[in-house]
């Protein structure tokens, strides 16, 4: 614990250091630099100008002014900062499992700034994650979109103009059944597939109502009457958002007849999912999910984890992406999430996707399904300067992120890193000095090591040719 506060504190001054040069002119030069939009750039340069991409192109083509800190990137890779579409990185809470739709609960509410992962997945190159709710409920709550700004508050974190979404799950989890109920107690409705599919079309049912007792109030102020208001329900409020399209769905789910069940029902009711979340079985039913509109944001190579994941196959996303599906990879781990660039070079190898396509599916298509692409997703002058500049290609295992940008600033860096580790050993060490110097502080006490039985030369000689040297197993 002490160790991270410390850790957040250092982090804290060089953010407070980048902070101070952001209005600054930076300019990136002699880089490749891999667009995700137009190409690839061989010996190119990136102007960043309050915090925005100002100019990309050439070294030649691209002009700096005399003040402009300048970050000499020969022999590196630049790409955008990558985008995850499915994270629980920094929430206090996940699930609120109590009941089967709890749309009234947002995960904004829980973003915990000082969360370790923050800062081990800018160290991967990860700068905006969509923080879901869990999925233990047919529908859950609503999601929050952040940037790792770390060492930042969380009003500074949240992108301020990003689009609502909302959590629904569908199959195993939300019907419990890897989640028995405790002796004694009662199950939770839903148990059963049908069930969860009850759950949604009843809570769509209740907010079209309820938005039909708000039309008819305002209708009725209109006329001059004073009608007295419907009772304010939360959760109904976010059905009928969802009604009217001002919250996108993003659904858990795994198996094909579940996938064309809900995007069925969503269009009995005049809506579509926006994006089916990890859609393993995405490649038996691309045609319908095409035709119906959504997205697919998808777990690369993960299989047989339960019985719903057993028939998910690798070649997915290329399926998907040649039947013209926005396909993303997300992490849903933040141990994936610090190597998100590999899990896309994977989808180079299984269905030949090109570079671009592979790099868009963390980059610039995530973008598109949080409707962020205008801001980032790519590097194209008007957007946020979001930035991972790599020591080599960044689909080679070889690879490694040195330096990673939010609008400019500078949240990873890794010679400044390596700085702050001698710091924070050199800080813990005088801290304990100090402690065991102060009068009525009681020492901390050595754990005693167990002895480690030895043997002579000749027993292990005896030993290994089972000769009369060896000894009883002690």
């Not at 976010?238 to 769905?249: F, P, T, V």
């Not at 095409?290 to 998910?312: C, N, Q, R, V």
């Not at 050595?446 to 000749?458: A, F, K, N, R």
Request: charged share 25%.
């Amino acid at each position: 614990m002490k160790r991270t506060i410390l850790f957040f504190l250092l982090t804290l001054a060089f953010g407070a250091t980048a902070l101070a040069q952001s209005n600054e002119e930076i300019l990136i030069r002699n880089a490749t630099i891999m667009t995700a939009s137009r190409g690839t750039i061989e010996g190119g340069s990136i102007l960043i100008r309050n915090g925005k991409i100002a100019a990309v192109g050439k070294v030649a083509d691209v002009k700096a002014g005399a003040n402009a800190k300048i970050i000499d990137a020969t022999g590196m890779y630049v790409t955008p900062g990558f985008v995850d579409s499915h994270s629980h990185t920094a929430l206090d809470g996940t699930n609120e499992g109590t009941l089967s739709n709890t749309s009234m609960v947002r995960m904004g509410d829980v973003v915990n700034p000082i969360d370790i992962n923050i800062y081990r997945q800018l160290a991967g190159g990860m700068t905006t994650i969509h923080q879901l709710h869990g999925s233990a409920n047919a529908i859950g709550g609503q999601n929050s979109i952040i940037k790792l700004k770390w060492g930042k508050p969380v009003d500074q974190m949240k992108v301020a103009d990003a689009p609502r979404t909302v959590k629904f799950a569908l199959g195993e989890n939300p019907k419990r059944s890897n989640s028995p109920a405790l002796p004694g107690a009662t199950r939770r409705f839903p148990a059963t597939r049908m069930g969860v599919e009850e759950v949604i079309r009843e809570s769509f049912t209740q907010g079209r109502e309820y938005l039909q007792q708000w039309d008819a109030y305002e209708l009725a102020k209109k006329r001059g009457e004073n009608p007295l208001p419907p009772r304010r329900d939360l959760k109904l409020e976010a059905m009928a958002d969802i009604l009217r399209g001002k919250i996108d769905i993003h659904s858990h789910c795994y198996r094909a007849d579940e996938i064309v069940m809900l995007m069925r029902l969503c269009e009995e009711f005049g809506i579509r999912v926006h994006t089916l979340q990890h859609t393993l079985e995405g490649f038996k039913v691309a045609p319908e999910i095409a035709k119906h509109g959504a997205s697919a944001s998808i777990l690369p190579d993960w299989w047989g984890y339960k019985w719903e994941a057993f028939d998910a196959i690798p070649f997915n996303a290329a399926i998907m992406t040649r039947r013209g599906i926005v396909v993303s990879i997300h992490s849903d781990s933040n141990e994936h999430a610090r190597r998100f660039y590999q899990e896309a070079a994977k989808m180079m190898k299984y269905g030949d996707l090109t570079e671009e396509e592979a790099l868009k599916l963390v980059t610039l298509n995530p973008a598109i399904q949080m409707r962020l692409e205008k801001r980032i997703g790519s590097i194209d002058v008007g957007k946020d300067a979001d930035l991972v500049l790599f020591n080599g290609h960044p689909f080679s295992v070889y690879s490694r992120p040195e330096m990673t940008m939010i609008e400019g600033e500078v949240y990873f860096d890794r010679k400044q890193d390596l700085e702050n580790r001698a710091k924070l050993t050199a800080e813990k060490k005088a801290l304990i000095e100090k402690e065991r110097r102060t009068p009525g502080v009681a020492q901390p006490t050595v754990q005693q090591q167990p002895v480690i039985p030895t043997l002579s030369e000749e027993e292990i000689d005896g030993h290994q040719h089972g000769g009369p040297g060896r000894k009883k197993q002690r």
